[in-house]
C-alpha cells in the first residue's frame, strides 16, 4: 500500500470510527423518551456525525465512510478495484473499533440494541427481508445520489458534508422505525461483530449495495459532467 492509500484509508477508519461510535451511543442514550429525543436525537446525532466526518475526511479521502458509497463510485468510474477493497477494509475495521469501545463503555446490551435489524411490533416484524432489502436500497439511493450531486460531481455546489449528513438525517426519520436506517454496511457489521446479533444481518448488505450500484449507474454513468480519475 502506497503512503498516499494509507493515509486515505486512516482517513476512512477514523470518519467510520466515528459515525459507529456516535451511532450505538445515541441510540443508547435517546431510547428512554425520559432521558432523550428518541428518533429525532438518533437523526440528527448520525446526520451531524457524517456531516462534520465528511467535512474533515473529503480532502483526503473523499469521505465515503460507507461501503455502500464507495462501491457506487467503483460502478460510477470514481474509483477503482483495488482502492474500493482497501476503503471497505478500513471502514469495516473503524467500525469494529468503535463498537468495540462502546462495548467498554456501555455494555454489549448496548452495542446489540445499536445494531440495525428490522423493527418488531408485538413479536411481529414490521417489514419483510424484502421490504427490508427495498427500503435500505432506496434509502441508500438516496444517499449515494446526494454524494454524487454535492461532492463528486464538478458542478456541485461546496456545501462540505453538510447535504450528504442532512440525507443521512432524513432517511433515518423515515426508515428507523422498520430497518433502523442503516444505509452502510458498516454501520451493522461492526456492533454485529462485537454483539453478536446478527438478525438479519445480509438485509444491510444486499440493500445498501443495491442502493450504491443504482446511484452509480444513474449519476455517475449518465448524469454526471465530467468523471474524475479514480
Same mark, same amino acid.
Given at each position: 500500500?502506497n503512503?498516499?492509500?494509507?493515509?486515505? %484509508?486512516?482517513?476512512?477508519f477514523?470518519?467510520?470510527?466515528a459515525?459507529?461510535?456516535?451511532?450505538?451511543?445515541?441510540?443508547?442514550?435517546?431510547?428512554?423518551?425520559?432521558?432523550?429525543?428518541?428518533?429525532?436525537?438518533?437523526?440528527?446525532?448520525?446526520?451531524?456525525?457524517?456531516?462534520?466526518?465528511?467535512?474533515?475526511?473529503?480532502?483526503?479521502?473523499?469521505?465515503?465512510?460507507?461501503?455502500?458509497v464507495?462501491?457506487?463510485?467503483? !460502478?460510477?468510474?470514481?474509483?477503482?478495484?483495488?482502492?474500493?477493497i482497501?476503503?471497505? !477494509?478500513?471502514?469495516?475495521?473503524?467500525?469494529?473499533?468503535?463498537?468495540?469501545?462502546? %462495548?467498554?463503555?456501555?455494555?454489549?446490551?448496548?452495542?446489540?440494541?445499536?445494531?440495525?435489524?428490522?423493527?418488531?411490533?408485538?413479536?411481529?416484524?414490521?417489514v419483510?427481508?424484502?421490504?427490508?432489502?427495498?427500503?435500505?436500497?432506496?434509502?441508500?439511493?438516496?444517499?449515494?445520489?446526494?454524494?454524487?450531486?454535492?461532492?463528486?460531481?464538478?458542478?456541485?455546489?461546496?456545501?462540505?458534508?453538510?447535504? !450528504?449528513?442532512?440525507?443521512?438525517?432524513?432517511?433515518?426519520?423515515?426508515?428507523g422505525?422498520?430497518?433502523?436506517?442503516?444505509?452502510?454496511?458498516?454501520?451493522?457489521?461492526?456492533?454485529a461483530?462485537?454483539?453478536?446479533?446478527w438478525?438479519n444481518?445480509?438485509?444491510?448488505?444486499?440493500?445498501?449495495?443495491?442502493?450504491?450500484?443504482?446511484?452509480?449507474?444513474?449519476?455517475?454513468?449518465?448524469?454526471?459532467?465530467?468523471?474524475?480519475t479514480?
Open positions: 500500500m503512503s498516499n492509500l494509507a493515509k486515505q %484509508c486512516a482517513a476512512e477514523v470518519g467510520t470510527f459515525l459507529i461510535f456516535v451511532g450505538v451511543g445515541a441510540i443508547a442514550n435517546n431510547s428512554s423518551p425520559a432521558v432523550g429525543m428518541g428518533l429525532l436525537g438518533v437523526a440528527l446525532a448520525q446526520g451531524l456525525a457524517i456531516a462534520v466526518m465528511v467535512s474533515a475526511t473529503g480532502a483526503i479521502s473523499g469521505g465515503q465512510l460507507n461501503p455502500a464507495t462501491f457506487g463510485l467503483l !460502478i460510477g468510474g470514481q474509483m477503482n478495484v483495488k482502492k474500493t482497501a476503503y471497505w !477494509i478500513a471502514q469495516l475495521a473503524g467500525a469494529t473499533a468503535a463498537a468495540l469501545l462502546c %462495548c467498554s463503555l456501555l455494555g454489549k446490551a448496548a452495542v446489540s440494541g445499536g445494531t440495525p435489524d428490522i423493527s418488531v411490533n408485538a413479536g411481529v416484524p414490521v419483510s427481508v424484502v421490504q427490508a432489502i427495498t427500503i435500505e436500497a432506496v434509502l441508500t439511493f438516496f444517499l449515494v445520489f446526494v454524494v454524487y450531486g454535492s461532492a463528486v460531481d464538478v458542478r456541485a455546489p461546496k456545501v462540505g458534508g453538510l447535504a !450528504i449528513g442532512l440525507t443521512v438525517a432524513l432517511d433515518i426519520l423515515f426508515g422505525p422498520l430497518t433502523g436506517a442503516a444505509m452502510n454496511p458498516a454501520r451493522t457489521f461492526g456492533p461483530l462485537v454483539s453478536s446479533h438478525s444481518h445480509m438485509v444491510y448488505w444486499i440493500g445498501p449495495l443495491i442502493g450504491g450500484a443504482l446511484a452509480g449507474v444513474i449519476y455517475g454513468r449518465f448524469l454526471i459532467k465530467e468523471s474524475k479514480a
